[in-house]
């Protein structure tokens, strides 16, 4: 019994390390892609460009906030996924953008557009899907849309309440663009129209039908 709880945890951890490595390379290959990037990344832009901070600072200090209120509202969704993901995943972007546009200085054409758009997309929702069912915690935006679920009383399902919220995030990103005199365009494009519309879905698409079934053949 000790044994197979011992890898079980390993199982867990696994998944919860590969889904937040996932949601890190997202948030990068969506930025690189051009075409927008998804809707809470993209309102961390939006600020953090406003207020002259890194996007990697700002996440992190958002995050904190939303952690409070998760603290008080679903404190059964904080765990060590939880943190690990709030404090890497912004830094994790930075990190690979940095690497693509700074030291390789790759020329990113239409069709690697494209690619990163389409990946990006993918890795979003694996990676959310992943750590979640890791149940080692959610990172604070991921449970808002468990909170407005629980708020409801299960009136507005996962997938409804993860996409309302994603709108709402779009919009406050819009705003602090042409406050600051940014181009809204370059955070708000096809690729968070599709994240925005279709990561709730997939999530638990991926969630139900892909990751619980390899997790009962294994």
Request: hydrophobic share 55%; charged share 10%; aromatic share 10%.
């Amino acid at each position: 019994m000790q044994k197979e709880n011992q890898i079980e945890s390993k199982i867990r951890i696994l998944l919860m390390v590969t889904g937040i490595l996932l949601i890190g390379l997202c948030v990068s290959f969506l930025r690189i892609a051009g075409f927008g990037v998804d809707p809470f990344s993209g309102m961390n832009l939006a600020i953090s460009g406003f207020i002259g901070w890194s996007f990697g600072n700002w996440q992190l200090v958002i995050n904190i906030v939303l952690l409070i209120i998760v603290f008080f509202t679903v404190r059964h969704c904080i765990g060590l996924g939880t943190i690990i993901n709030m404090v890497f995943v912004g830094y994790i972007a930075d990190f690979i953008c940095f690497l693509v546009n700074d030291i390789a200085q790759i020329h990113i054409t239409m069709p690697l557009r494209i690619i990163a758009l389409i990946l990006g997309q993918f890795m979003a929702s694996m990676g959310v899907a992943l750590y979640m069912t890791a149940d080692m915690g959610v990172a604070p935006y991921d449970a808002v849309a468990i909170i407005i679920e629980k708020a409801t009383k299960g009136k507005i399902p996962f997938h409804i309440a993860r996409v309302s919220s994603d709108i709402t995030v779009v919009m406050i990103g819009v705003l602090f663009c042409i406050i600051g005199k940014n181009s809204v365009w370059s955070i708000v494009g096809i690729g968070t129209i599709i994240n925005a519309c279709c990561n709730g879905p997939m999530i638990q698409f991926f969630k139900e039908k892909v990751i619980k079934h390899l997790i009962r053949q294994k």
